[in-house]
């Protein structure tokens, strides 16, 4: 559904991605990992089409994302830290996200409006809105459209509990009717009982690409974040080792 | 794209600022016009108005403008729309609403007292200025990330164009007097829209005493029709290139 063709992107002299390749499929739900700074958020923009890449091409559904902005109508986007024009109030912003939209057929998904409580504070401006609201506020547009991808950078940090629980539910739902879902976050155990694939990424490149239960099959393990913990352990001996009979 | 212009017209009438602006430029015309004892003169105090002021706050509240739709900016680009939308409509929303502004300001009072082909030279320069002002705003503000340097870029470019330009001009002119410089001054006018546009008016105005020194040059090339066809036709492209620039810068920006 979304393949993505040598990618590379320098910010200044630091390589940010370093020729990424790899394809997502429907039905998948992906969960990005790797360390602070190792390009998931500048991947998520390029797919998105925020960020150009230098070199490499994104291929959405058979075509070419950088001569038709249009596949943006099928991707629903839910940013780390979502800044929004502090001026408008929620109310304003969701009219002018479905006046955008135009397809007016469509009736929009309004449910994590309503499960939030966004339509008891729809008359306040974004401006004095909690980051945890603004939280609440990017989620629900990411879900409005029935988009075919959701790409949700670190969905639940900032969110209460209940808010991450039904946030949650949310995802299950929308996975369980066939859509491609990817998703950054650093708590593993939340991923747990959504994931059906991992990837790790680290200084711009792809570490490992691999189903859950090949993961957790080749580490015995059954938490994600045991299994993740026991790969990069194995990882750094597999590189330190030649090194060492080397020497 | 009507759609983004609709939101970003809706958003600078909010702001105020803009009102402001209108009422400034009322206030400034209709004394001009009474504390002087005829219109003719109103009209030359006007002119540092329309060549100054105006060009000023122009350049000023829109690369303002454009730092703070930096959150408007990124929403939308993640959305199904083109980059050459989002960017033309912020274009037009500030051109015409600051148009409007400035033809309230000054096209309504030069109306009421100096309705003639004068004045209409006079409000026609100070539109385009404008429009100038706002495309020549979208390219500065698209140099840098920087808000501070953005809106310093823009007051340095105003003050070339208001003052160090004339005085580059000066300076040649005195340096090089012994040459035959009238071509060459003809083609350094096209580098100023501000240059343009006073040439233009004080050509109507026929008060030679106040011209610079390009325009009483300009005089001898365009005193006709042709003229002002010409310098027109030189301001619309003072701007469609900065704009055409800034679009480019744009279509390539991360966010």
Redesign the interface.
Known sequence: MIELKNISKK?GKLTVLNSVSTRFEEGECIALLGPNGCGKTTMI?TI?????PDSGSIIFEGREVNKD?????D?G?M?QIG?????MTISHLIQ??K???KDESVIPDEELIRSFGLNEIIHKKMRTLSGGTTQKVSAALAFMFHPKVLILDEPTAGLDPIASLKLKEKIIKEKEKGKLILITSHILSELDDLVTKIVYMNDGRFLFEKPIEDLKEETGEEKLSRAIARIMQSRLTQFTQPQIQLA | MK??LK?VIA?II?NKIVIIYTLLLLTISFSVFSLESSAAKGMASLLNLVLLIVPLICIIFSTIYIYN????I??????????KTLWLSLFGGLASSLSIAFLIGVGVPVLIYHADLTGLVLVLSGLFLTIVFVSIALWAAGMTRDKAKGIGWAIALWLFFALIFDAIVLFLLFQFQDYPLENAMVVMSFLNPIDLSRIQILLQMDISALMGYTGAVFQEFFGSLNGIVISFAGLILWIFIPLFFSLRRF?????
């Open positions: 910010f923009k998105l089409g925020m960020v150009v902005w249009r596949y943006r109508e991707i986007y940013p800044r929004y024009p502090e001026n002018m996200m006046d955008i939209r | 759609k983004i939101y958003d909010q739709s930096a959150e408007f990124e929403l939308l680009v993640s959305q199904p729309l083109k980059r279509a390539k920006k991360d966010l």
